[in-house]
C-alpha cells in the first residue's frame, strides 16, 4: 500500500532526468509515459483551455505538464499527435493563472492540421494557419523576454518562423510545458520529445 502511493504521488510531482528539471502536472491524464525523455499523453475526452471568447464558456481542463520560472526563457519541443477529431491539439503552453496564458500547437481544424495559437489575458483569442508540411513532427518555440512572448514554429527543427507575439507581464512566475486537450472528440495520443526550456542572456 505505501508503494502504491509513493507511485501516485510521482505520477504529479517529478523529476524527469531528460527534461532536467521538477515538472508538475496541471490536470493530470489517466495514460502517459515518459521514457527516457520522449513524453507520450493521451488527452482525455471535453478538455481544452479557453475563457469566453467567441463560444460563452470558460474551460480550463486541458493537460498541462510544466515546470515554474521566473527569468526570461527560450521554450522548444518537438511534438506529433494522431489528430483525428476537431480541435484535438499538443503543444507548448505558457502560463500564470487560469486568466493569464499562452498556448501553441498543432491544432486539428476543418479536416486538417493548423499552426494554432491562443493568447489569453481574461479574454482568449485565437489565430490559425494550415500547417505547410505534411512532417509527422513539429517544433514549437517561445521566447520569453522582458515583457513579451515571441511564438515560432519549425517543420524541419532548424529553422523557426515567428507565428505571434504579444505582451506577457515581465519578471512574473510562470509556468511553462507541454499540453494536449481534445475539446470535442474522445481523446489522441500525442507524443512529446526533445522539450527542452533555456534561460535568455
Not at 481542463?61 to 510544466?66: I, P
Not at 523557426?160 to 515581465?170: A, K, L, S
Given at each position: ?62 493537460h498541462f505538464y510544466y515546470q515554474e520560472r521566473t527569468d526570461d526563457f527560450t521554450a522548444t519541443v518537438k511534438v506529433r499527435g ?120
Amino acid at each position: 500500500m505505501v508503494l502504491r502511493i509513493l507511485s501516485l504521488l510521482v505520477l504529479s510531482t517529478c523529476v524527469s532526468p531528460a527534461f532536467g528539471q521538477t515538472m508538475s502536472w496541471l490536470n493530470e491524464p489517466k495514460r502517459w509515459t515518459n521514457e527516457n525523455g520522449r513524453i507520450t499523453v493521451t488527452s482525455e475526452r471535453k478538455t481544452d483551455f479557453w475563457r469566453i471568447t467567441h463560444y460563452g464558456y470558460i474551460t480550463d481542463n486541458g493537460h498541462f505538464y510544466y515546470q515554474e520560472r521566473t527569468d526570461d526563457f527560450t521554450a522548444t519541443v518537438k511534438v506529433r499527435g494522431g489528430y483525428k477529431d476537431l480541435y484535438d491539439q499538443a503543444g507548448l503552453m505558457l502560463r500564470i493563472d487560469a486568466k493569464n496564458w499562452i498556448k501553441t500547437g498543432v491544432e486539428f481544424v476543418n479536416g486538417q492540421q493548423n499552426i494554432s495559437t491562443v493568447f489569453t489575458r481574461d479574454y482568449s483569442d485565437w489565430s490559425v494557419l494550415p500547417k505547410s508540411s505534411t512532417n509527422d513532427f513539429v517544433w514549437f518555440q517561445m521566447i520569453r523576454k522582458d515583457d513579451y512572448v515571441e511564438v515560432k514554429y519549425s517543420t524541419d527543427g532548424r529553422t523557426y518562423q515567428t507565428v505571434r507575439e504579444g505582451y506577457f507581464p515581465p519578471k512574473a512566475k510562470c509556468q511553462v510545458g507541454i499540453m494536449a486537450a481534445a475539446p470535442e472528440g474522445q481523446g489522441f495520443e500525442a507524443v512529446f520529445e526533445e522539450f527542452r526550456v533555456t534561460r535568455s542572456e
